[in-house]
């Protein structure tokens, strides 16, 4: 059996070391802290259907701005699972307010509610941008992220190789 080799500036092995810079470098395992929040968003939004295309928190006041892309999932869920209000079933766009207050119960579990008037939902086409005031979470941006399809195999094929059985 062959001992690690231990590396005295982190005292961690030096193959643990390699393994979390390649996957550092992937990007698929390591976010900031500062991006907790806009994380959490970009879940709970994707658990119903919706495609988050970025999810921002402004740097001077407690505005948050997410795009997001509606797919047939998403409408189906917010148009047919949920029941729509009484007070909603007259609105030109029903999927707009349904849309907002399916933002309101994710704030609402995450935190401190969004006050009706302080939230706006545009629509152009299948995108829809979301606006609002929400005291909690740090300025950034998250962005989608584009998968490389083989990136992460040519990384982590030399590793492999070497710590084989």
Same mark, same amino acid.
């Given at each position: 059996?062959k001992?690690?080799?231990? $590396?005295t500036?982190s005292?961690k092995?030096?193959k643990? @070391?390699?393994?979390?810079? @390649?996957l550092?470098?992937c990007g698929a395992?390591? #976010?900031? /802290?500062?991006l907790?929040?806009q994380e %959490?968003w970009k879940?709970?939004l #994707?658990q119903?259907?919706?495609r *988050? @295309?970025s *999810?921002?928190?402004?740097?001077y #006041? #407690?505005v948050?701005?997410?795009r997001l892309y509606c797919?047939l999932? +998403?409408q189906t869920y917010l ?7 009484? !007070? ?6 029903v999927?707009?307010? !349904?849309l907002q207050?399916?933002?309101q119960?994710?704030?609402?579990? %995450?935190g401190?509610?969004i006050? $009706?008037?302080?939230? $706006? *939902? ?6 829809f941008? *979301?606006?609002?005031?929400w005291?909690? /979470?740090?300025p /950034?941006?998250?962005l989608?992220?584009?998968?490389? +399809?083989? +990136?992460?195999?040519?990384l ?6 070497? =710590?084989r =059985?």
């Open positions: 059996m001992w690690p080799v231990i $590396s500036a005292l092995p030096v643990e @070391i390699f393994l979390q810079r @390649i550092r470098r395992y390591y #976010h900031s /802290g500062d907790f929040y %959490l879940q709970r #994707h119903t259907g919706l *988050v @295309i *999810v921002e928190r402004l740097p #006041h #407690h948050w701005d997410i797919t999932t +998403a148009l047919v699972s949920k029941p729509v209000p009484k !007070q909603y079933a007259s609105a030109k766009e999927l707009l307010k !349904q207050s399916e933002i119960q994710i704030a609402q579990d %995450l401190p509610p006050k $009706s008037d302080c939230i $706006s *939902v545009a629509r152009t086409g299948a995108y941008r *979301v606006s609002f005031l005291p909690v /979470g740090r /950034g941006r998250l989608k992220k584009e998968k490389r +399809a083989e +990136a992460f195999s040519f982590i094929r030399p590793w492999v190789r070497r =710590n =059985n």
